[in-house]
């Protein structure tokens, strides 16, 4: 039974050898019953055999004298502590570098580890049976070899070698310290060698820095370059620092003052440069900031208003100028868009640009109106000269008045408007008048003689409510003034107390008010266009100074004036407005 099972599973499982738990690889697949028991036997064998050695043991070391006992003690701890070393040092010395002494010396523990087996063996095969000593030697192996096993190497224990392999283990035990203290005198010294060769390798690159470290001198300048400063602001410098720096090593970087020089104008517009020196032993270096001072202010250009209205067929000249505060007369450098034809009649728009060397941009534009009807020359007059007529309209603005600017642009006349609110629906015209270059009065709010004569505080209040209508409309108040019904009319001239208020009124306001020396009479309704001219006509001629009162709300001045102006000017008459130069006129002196 037991051979077939050997040929089947190709195990000897009738084998009981001695050494048979020494390899138990041989039974992994299977249960032999007789091997149990054998097993069972020699475990309870060697446990009583071990009694008996620990017994005897015991016995002899209390035979021993204590000191005695303690030098064998000694002596086996230092073999031991010895062996391991060696072991240690040996393992090493292996996987490092492996050596013909190493192989022989594992060679001869093959041959020994062979050889106890093949003892083993045939002791198994002969069936003979140790005596209690020689079972008490092959513990001592077991032991060895579980100690091998176990990590602490394939060599017999220092309690179990033989006086031989005592002497040998001595001999190899010298050696090996002697060897571990060469190794370690080596290390020691390829330790100092390392210590050594990396000092000197520090030291030869600071060496180098030391030679290649070069030091230079630098300006760093603070703040922007180049920095603009706005025309007439203080100039700050914001300064720069110099540092003389190592480009490698730094323990000697220094910081060095600085110098600058400057001649700056913060009340012309330029580039200006501020230069920075600092010099520090054998090196002196230089830096410059650009200062700008910007250009932003645009050129101014000017228009001759003498050339607005041009009579048809006459010779048209052109005539401005453009100046900038910079670049100085820049007239050749404007652009005019537009055109004029002086062979049709018409208002023709032309507009002016030009643009300094800072690229500041200015325009400027007019309307030149040709017209076939006479043209009033105001450059040939002069304010209060006997041929100078004074053109005024009350109570408007109205439903002619756009009217009658248009007749005004045609002849270039510039006239004087007293206005009301008595139609709140045309206050934009006021606006209007004023942009075509009339002069603006104040004629009161209501012309109503009811409220405004009454007292002086209702004219006055009267008057100011006008006059924020005008300042509404063009900007800012007016110096001008006109009482409706002159100065000389029944109510103020009635009440001396009302006179007397109103003159100190006119007074204390800073007002000019003005009457009449020509009165077109077209506030009589029985009048027709035809009257008014001839009324203006006649008087002009005689009045001194040539005052006109006309009413722009009514249409029989609006058709009458076209003419009037057209036999003026041919007569050599000039028209202006009312300025601060324009002599008074008065009926009554308040």
Request: charged share 30%; with cysteine.
């Amino acid at each position: 039974m037991a051979d077939e099972r050997n040929e089947r599973t190709k195990y000897n499982w009738s084998y009981s050898g001695d050494d048979a738990h020494v390899d138990r690889s041989k039974y992994t697949r299977g249960f032999d019953p007789d091997y149990m028991k054998r097993a069972a036997e020699r475990a309870e064998e060697q446990e009583e055999n071990g009694e008996r050695r620990r017994g005897q043991t015991a016995r002899n070391r209390q035979r021993q004298h204590p000191s005695a006992r303690r030098a064998r003690l000694s002596a086996e701890q230092e073999v031991r502590t010895g062996r391991r070393a060696q072991i240690r040092e040996e393992e090493t010395v292996l996987e490092r570098r492996p050596s013909r002494q190493t192989a022989e010396s594992a060679g001869t523990r093959r041959a020994e580890s062979e050889e106890r087996t093949s003892a083993k063996t045939r002791r198994a095969k002969s069936g003979e049976r140790t005596s209690t000593r020689t079972r008490r030697a092959d513990s001592g192996v077991r032991n060895s070899a579980g100690v091998r096993r176990n990590g602490t190497g394939k060599r017999n224990s220092a309690r179990t070698r033989r006086p031989d392999q005592t002497a040998d283990f001595v001999e190899r035990q010298t050696k090996t310290s002697g060897r571990k203290k060469s190794a370690a005198s080596r290390r020691q010294l390829l330790r100092r060698r390392d210590t050594l060769i990396g000092i000197a390798a520090a030291a030869a690159v600071f060496l180098l820095l030391l030679l290649t470290n070069t030091y230079t001198l630098t300006i760093t300048l603070s703040g922007d370059d180049p920095l603009y400063l706005e025309l007439g602001d203080t100039w700050q410098d914001p300064g720069a620092t110099a540092v003389y720096k190592g480009s490698l090593l730094h323990f000697g970087d220094t910081e060095v003052p600085v110098v600058s020089e400057q001649e700056i104008n913060n009340r012309a517009c330029g580039t200006y440069e501020v230069t920075y020196h600092a010099q520090h032993k054998d090196q002196e270096v230089t830096a410059t900031r650009m200062v700008i001072i910007p250009d932003r202010t645009a050129p101014v250009i000017t228009l001759d208003e003498t050339v607005n209205v041009v009579r048809k067929g006459d010779e048209w000249k052109d005539s401005f100028t453009a100046i900038d505060d910079q670049d100085g007369d820049i007239t050749a450098n404007v652009e005019i868009l537009g055109e004029v034809n002086m062979r049709r009649d018409g208002k023709y728009q032309l507009t002016y640009r030009v643009q300094d060397s800072a690229g500041n941009e200015a325009e400027a534009s007019r309307t030149v109106i040709v017209s076939s009807v006479a043209i009033n020359r105001p450059e040939t007059a002069r304010q209060g000269d006997k041929n100078v007529i004074y053109l005024t309209f009350d109570d408007g603005p109205g439903m002619y008045t756009e009217r009658l600017l248009e007749i005004l642009d045609n002849h270039n006349v510039k006239a004087t408007f007293f206005v009301t609110d008595t139609n709140p629906g045309s206050r934009d015209l006021i606006g209007e008048e004023y942009r075509r270059g009339h002069t603006i009065g104040v004629h009161t709010a209501t012309h109503n003689y009811d409220i405004i004569y009454e007292n002086a505080t209702a004219f006055w209040a009267d008057l100011d409510q006008e006059m924020e209508v005008i300042k509404e409309q063009t900007g800012s108040e007016t110096p001008f003034m006109r009482f409706p019904g002159g100065s000389s009319n029944d109510r103020i001239a009635m009440d001396d107390e009302l006179r007397r208020e109103l003159g100190a009124g006119v007074r204390s306001r800073g007002l000019k008010y003005f009457d009449w020396t020509i009165d077109s009479y077209d506030s009589d309704d029985e009048y027709t266009s035809d009257d008014v001219y001839w009324a203006m006509v006649d008087q002009t001629s005689v009045a001194d100074p040539k005052m006109v009162l006309c009413h722009d709300l009514k249409r029989t001045t609006v058709d009458a004036i076209d003419n009037y102006l057209t036999w003026a000017i041919e007569n050599h008459y000039v028209f202006l407005p009312i300025t601060e130069e324009t002599p008074v006129v008065h009926h009554e002196e308040l």
